[in-house]
């Protein structure tokens, strides 16, 4: 395969910007993937600042992201980019992603994935029409006890899957920190950058991807209770909803971003006929296991006994915590060793291909419009899936 590290260009994450930091620690984690361009900001001179700031040379440091892609694309093949990440609000993720991959690049990409679900299913097209492969930064789907909760159900352990429940709380917009200027709320809050959807947008589509995730099933019909709880905020920052899935079990998702104190406690439990798991994104290392007739199991990652899926997925041995980059990097990782081996002409292995892709992508953008439909109207009970 291709002997050296993937060239990543990136589109936004420039100064200030937690998300772009996350992006590019994740990328260089192990040594698969160096940078070397990038659009950091609508603003030149922030890009400027930006790109010096990552040591890159003035003119691999660009305007906009018409001219980063124009530019690179005409560059000599062992020069240009191999790839774009990006990181911005997400009513620029369709047009980057888009042209990206018209001129020949793959693509990581921000979730979600668009800023509508009608651009959601023209960006699947242009990968089917490219070729190219498309990463959805799904962050908790990379990590290695994720991996191994959904190996066991795959395999049967717990029986047929009754039950679902999957809570993500955060207490950071219980008030207006989107009127300060410097907060990274202000496009998450704003329905002309952001889409429809506020927080089921933001943290909402990585519940609901989690929970399908680890099942294997599918979200079939919802029946949600949406609130904008902060007065003078225009999208909705609490929510919950009842779930039905295609393999029978059924499900309850809340995401809020208003309970005050909570910080970042993604948790999800899912029940079989004969036990299940709890899984807590703040204790990431640690997979509860229980039983209907034996003791509750701890398994912790790291050690000979987890699957190949969660090996695949570790780097240190167990009683070393891994987190919430590494498991960013996983991402990065599998959608690198993907992509070097496509562009060798070889079949990726089947470890590499575990990332999210554009049609988690398009899951994630039904799941805003069903729950938007469901939330609005409160005569109606249930929601079919919207396609």
């Given at each position: 395969m291709?002997?050296?590290k993937?060239?990543?260009g990136?589109i936004?994450g420039?100064?200030g910007a937690?998300?772009?930091?996350?992006?590019?620690?994740a990328?260089?984690?192990d040594?698969?993937?160096?940078?070397?361009?990038?659009?950091f900001?609508?603003k030149?001179?922030?890009s400027l600042a930006s790109g010096r700031e990552?040591?890159l040379?003035?003119?691999r440091i660009?305007?906009?992201?018409?001219?980063m892609?124009e530019?690179e694309a005409?560059?000599?093949e062992?020069r240009?980019?191999d790839f774009?990440s990006?990181?911005?609000?997400?009513q620029?993720h369709?047009?980057?992603?888009?042209m990206?991959?018209?001129?020949?690049f793959d693509?990581v990409?921000?979730?979600?994935?668009?800023?509508s679900?009608?651009e959601?299913?023209?960006?699947?097209d242009?990968?089917?029409?490219?070729?190219r492969t498309l990463?959805l930064t799904?962050t908790?789907s990379?990590?290695?006890?994720?991996?191994?909760a959904?190996e066991?159900f795959a395999?049967g352990?717990?029986?047929k899957?009754?039950?679902i429940?999957?809570?993500y709380t955060q207490g950071?917009?219980s008030?207006?920190?989107?009127?300060?200027?410097?907060s990274?709320?202000?496009w998450?809050?704003d329905?002309?950058r952001s889409?429809?959807?506020?927080t089921m947008?933001?943290?909402?589509t990585?519940?609901?991807?989690l929970?399908?995730?680890?099942s294997?099933?599918?979200?079939t019909?919802?029946?949600?209770d949406l609130?904008?709880?902060v007065?003078?905020?225009?999208?909705?920052d609490?929510?919950a909803?009842?779930?039905?899935?295609?393999g029978?079990?059924?499900?309850?998702l809340?995401?809020?971003?208003?309970a005050?104190?909570e910080?970042?406690?993604l948790t999800?439990r899912?029940?079989?006929e004969?036990?299940?798991?709890?899984?807590?994104?703040m204790?990431p290392?640690?997979?509860?296991?229980?039983?209907?007739?034996?003791?509750?199991e701890?398994?912790c990652?790291g050690?000979?006994y987890?699957?190949?899926?969660a090996?695949?997925?570790t780097r240190t041995?167990?009683g070393?915590?891994?987190?919430?980059?590494?498991?960013?990097?996983?991402?990065?990782?599998?959608?690198?060793r993907?992509?070097?081996?496509r562009?060798?002409?070889?079949a990726?292995?089947?470890e590499?291909?575990d990332?999210?892709?554009?049609?988690?992508?398009?899951?994630?953008?039904?799941?805003?419009e069903t729950?938007?439909k469901?939330?609005s109207?409160d005569?109606?009970?249930?929601t079919?899936w919207?396609?």
């Amino acid at each position: 395969m291709i002997n050296r590290k993937l060239r990543m260009g990136m589109i936004g994450g420039g100064k200030g910007a937690f998300i772009g930091a996350i992006h590019r620690a994740a990328a260089l984690m192990d040594n698969q993937i160096e940078l070397v361009c990038g659009c950091f900001s609508s603003k030149p001179e922030v890009s400027l600042a930006s790109g010096r700031e990552y040591f890159l040379p003035d003119d691999r440091i660009y305007t906009s992201y018409q001219q980063m892609i124009e530019r690179e694309a005409a560059l000599p093949e062992e020069r240009r980019m191999d790839f774009v990440s990006i990181v911005t609000p997400n009513q620029l993720h369709f047009g980057p992603a888009a042209m990206a991959m018209e001129h020949g690049f793959d693509v990581v990409l921000d979730k979600p994935i668009t800023f509508s679900l009608e651009e959601a299913y023209r960006l699947r097209d242009k990968v089917e029409q490219t070729g190219r492969t498309l990463a959805l930064t799904h962050t908790y789907s990379g990590y290695p006890g994720v991996k191994e909760a959904r190996e066991r159900f795959a395999r049967g352990d717990f029986g047929k899957i009754r039950k679902i429940f999957v809570e993500y709380t955060q207490g950071w917009l219980s008030t207006r920190v989107e009127l300060d200027p410097a907060s990274n709320a202000g496009w998450r809050t704003d329905p002309s950058r952001s889409g429809k959807a506020g927080t089921m947008g933001d943290i909402g589509t990585h519940a609901l991807q989690l929970a399908e995730y680890i099942s294997g099933q599918r979200c079939t019909s919802l029946c949600a209770d949406l609130r904008t709880v902060v007065e003078g905020r225009l999208l909705d920052d609490d929510g919950a909803a009842l779930l039905r899935f295609d393999g029978g079990a059924t499900g309850v998702l809340v995401a809020t971003q208003v309970a005050a104190g909570e910080e970042n406690p993604l948790t999800i439990r899912i029940y079989g006929e004969k036990g299940g798991i709890e899984w807590a994104q703040m204790e990431p290392n640690t997979l509860y296991v229980k039983w209907n007739d034996r003791p509750m199991e701890v398994v912790c990652t790291g050690n000979a006994y987890m699957g190949a899926a969660a090996k695949a997925n570790t780097r240190t041995p167990g009683g070393h915590p891994e987190g919430y980059i590494e498991a960013f990097a996983n991402i990065y990782r599998n959608f690198a060793r993907t992509v070097r081996a496509r562009r060798s002409g070889e079949a990726p292995r089947p470890e590499w291909t575990d990332f999210p892709d554009v049609n988690d992508g398009i899951r994630g953008m039904q799941f805003i419009e069903t729950i938007v439909k469901s939330g609005s109207d409160d005569d109606r009970k249930w929601t079919e899936w919207v396609r």
